[in-house]
Structure formats: C-alpha cells, structure tokens
C-alpha cells in the first residue's frame, strides 16, 4: 500500500453495506490448524466478501498464507502439537468422530468420564459436566438453574449466548454497568428491597452472572469484589472462564487464580474447550449436588450428542501438557508466553499511540477504530499485507464503538509480533486511528 488513497478505494466502491460485511476466517483443516508444517501462528486465509442484500456471495477469492491474530488459539493448542495431536488422532480411530448418541444412553465413554474429572480438578471444584458446544453450555444450563420467580442480574456486556440462556429461563433479568460492582450492589439492594413488604424473600433466588476476560474488551472481570457484593447479598455467582481458563493464572487456572479468589466461592463456574484448549464444547463445574442435578435435570445433558470424542481427548492432552502430565515443562512455558506475548503487545501498541482496551495478562486487545468507516480499511489494509484480523462492529458493540480484536498466542514468535506491529502501525498511520500520543519510551 503506498497511499491513503489506494487504501480507501475498494471501500468508495463498497461502502454501502460496509459494516454489515465480513471478512470470513477459515482455517483449513478439521482441526483447525494449517495444512502445511508452516509456523503454528500462520494459516491459510479463504477470502469471502459477502453482502447482505442478497445474502449470496458476491466474490469468492483466493486463499493467502496470513499472520493470524484473530484467533482464541490462546496456548496454540489448536496448532499441530506432539502430544495432543498423536492422541486425538488415535481416539478419532478408537471412537470415531461422534458417539452418535447422548449421554444417558450409549454417548458416554472412558473419556467423556475421564475429562469429566480432569476439569473438575484442573479448576478446583468437586465436579463437572461437559457438553458439545460452549455456547449451548450457557443457553441450555441457565434455565436448568433459573426460571420464573427467579432473578438474574447479568454483566451489561454479557455474550450473546448468555443473553440467550438468561432470556430462555423466563427468570426476571436486570443489567448492571459493565464490570461495575458497585451498580451490581446497588441493582441488588434495589431488587431486594422491592419485595420487603411482602416477604423477605422477594426472589426464589438470585444469579449474578459475570465473565472472567470479556471477549469485547479484553477486560479482567473485577471478580473479587463482585464475589463480596453476592456474599453480602446471598446471591449466587455465575462465571463464563471461556476467555481466561488455561489463558491467564500462574499454571493456566484462569481469573481465580490470577484475581487470588477461592474457587469455593464460586458456585456455578462455565468454560469452553475452543479457546486455550484448541478443542470444542463446554464444562460446568460446581459442586457434587450441583453437577449430578444437572445430569438429571438438563436436555442438553439428556436429549444432545455428547461431546465428539476426539475433541475431548484433545481437551484431556491440552491440560495435561498444562499440568506438565506429558513428562515435559512445555505446558509451563506456554503459560509464561502467553502472558509475555500479550503484555509485549499490549505495551507496544500504546507506545505507537493506539487506544488499546483490556488489563495486563489478557491475551485480547481491543484496538478502538470508533467509525465503522475504517473496519474494511483496517482489516483490508493488514490482509494486503498478509495479516488477518478480527473487526468488531455494530451489532456486536455499539456503532460508533467498532473495533480490531487482536488475540494473542502463545505460538506466535517475537518475529511475528514484530511483524503485526510493523503492519498495524503502517495502517494505523494511513487510516488514523492512533489516537493517543505516543508513549515515551521507559528509561
Ligand atoms: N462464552 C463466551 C464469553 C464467549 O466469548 C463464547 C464464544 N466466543 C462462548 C461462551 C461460546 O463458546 P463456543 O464458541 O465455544 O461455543
């Protein structure tokens, strides 16, 4: 790109629809990891335009070799890997893709019982149930755990899958300022109060629902004083670990660990395998009573098919590497370069003056862009220069809140982060979005 100009053209001819446009990621193969033994953090890119007029494609393009930083693929599990790839292909052998059945009949094997275990240890509590996707984790538990009478107060920047279960449960929904613990006690004290004259007990019960990193905002949740307000008001508290499970905590842990809170005081911890895990499908962790009323109680426990065995042997090996059960300390160090990575990025985008979200240690951060204009020129700029990323926009933020979501990996090499910044930069520059000064350089 050697022009501003250049760079807005293709955007004066196809501006109409442009924020509703996406730029599809496909990773190549059933995996998700590259084809070819090219460095983990890189992957073939299907560029697809489509257009919602018609909801046809318009172009189908070719495929280019692309840094990626779009993707949750937090520890590079989702990335070829010695050890957990060998097992997930033997167990693809041993059980076949689908156990074509659910769990109470004949869709429970050793490994769904053994992952089962694995993650109840891993994030400290007495037991846990996984189900096929993360998202139906969430939309189909919360009406197990919630319905009318109830209340649930939900996080203002809560995923969509979130929204749904909570608006599936029939259970009275309120919203409090994101990540804002002080309004969550406020909404509590009001709620509770609304029902004193009547009975002390105004709601069956009452489920705060917050998430460990927003995946928006790249934010660390204000988890221990979130937890005090539920103590206080004998609420109970829902975390979704689907962004800082295996991503952040000294040894993978997620917000618990790094925020120093016990898991004792969480009572129903959520989590998806298709993040730091590189798999699919979702955990409920809580305690024993919990999870065996679940078992019972739940139709995506009951009536879905379980969880692709594969996937969970890819689960079972990722956190093993993570434990350091493999024999090797590479699990460890994907942990320290996570964490290294993100904070080394993070540092060098606000030092070029771009307005960055997101605390330290979270491996997702948000690149405010505001107008929706500049998503095409964003993206289209770091792809002609083969670097995929995530834009943001309306109906996921609010319109004139559009950004770039970069996510961090482990797999990604100083010399591709060097390279991603390089790029970033140079767009950043041809498109103004560096909005802050740049920050000087520390002695
Ligand atoms: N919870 C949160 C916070 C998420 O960001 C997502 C998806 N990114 C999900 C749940 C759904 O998980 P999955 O993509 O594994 O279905």
Not at 187 to 196: M, N, P, S, T
Request: net charge neutral; glycine share 8%; hydrophobic share 35%.
């Amino acid at each position: 790109i050697s022009s501003k100009k250049e760079l807005y053209a293709p955007i004066v001819l196809e501006n109409e629809d442009f924020y509703t446009r996406r730029l599809y990621l496909r990773i190549q193969d059933c995996f998700g990891r590259p084809i070819s033994s090219a460095p983990d953090s890189w992957f073939d890119l299907v560029e697809r335009y489509s257009t919602d007029c018609n909801k046809t494609l318009i172009r189908t393009s070719k495929t280019r070799r692309c840094l990626n930083l779009g993707s949750y693929n937090y520890l590079g599990f989702a990335s070829s890997d010695e050890y957990c790839t060998p097992r997930a292909i033997e167990s693809l052998k041993r059980y076949s893709p689908s156990t074509c059945s659910n769990r109470v009949d004949a869709g429970t094997t050793n490994l769904h019982t053994e992952v089962e275990e694995l993650v109840a240890s891993f994030v400290g509590k007495p037991s846990a149930v996984v189900f096929g996707m993360g998202y139906a984790t969430n939309s189909a538990i919360i009406p197990v755990l919630i319905g009318k009478g109830g209340l649930i107060i939900s996080d203002s920047l809560n995923h969509s899958s979130i929204v749904n279960g909570a608006r599936g449960s029939g259970a009275t929904i309120r919203v409090f300022r994101h990540n804002t613990p002080l309004h969550l006690e406020e909404v509590l004290r009001e709620a509770i109060a609304e029902g004193l004259p009547r009975t002390h007990r105004p709601w069956k019960k009452i489920i705060v629902i917050v998430e460990g990193i927003y995946s928006m905002e790249g934010e660390l949740c204000q988890l221990p004083e979130i937890v005090a307000v539920c103590k206080k008001y004998k609420a109970y508290i829902y975390l979704d670990e689907a962004h800082s499970i295996g991503a952040v905590g000294k040894s993978g842990r997620g917000v618990c660990e790094l925020l120093g809170v016990d898991p004792a005081d969480i009572d129903v911890m959520m989590g998806t395998f298709t993040k730091s895990f590189g798999s699919c499908g979702g955990y409920i962790a809580g305690s024993k009573e919990l999870i065996q009323y679940l078992k019972y109680t739940c139709p995506a426990h009951l009536y879905a098919t379980s969880m692709s065995p594969p996937a969970v042997q890819q689960v079972i090996s990722a956190i093993k590497v993570i434990l350091g059960e493999d024999g090797s300390n590479r699990g460890a160090q994907k942990l320290v370069r996570v964490r290294e990575n993100s904070n080394f990025f993070r540092s060098e985008l606000k030092k070029m003056g771009f307005e960055v979200l997101g605390d330290n240690d979270s491996p997702v951060m948000p690149i405010m862009l505001y107008n929706p204009a500049k998503i095409p020129a964003f993206s289209r700029g770091c792809l002609e220069e083969d670097v995929a990323v995530v834009t943001v926009a309306f109906p996921a933020t609010p319109l004139l809140l559009a950004r770039a979501r970069i996510c961090i990996s482990a797999s990604h090499t100083r010399e591709d982060l060097i390279r991603g910044l390089e790029v970033i930069s140079q767009i950043g520059d041809l498109i103004g979005i560096k909005y802050l000064p740049m920050e000087p350089e520390k002695q």
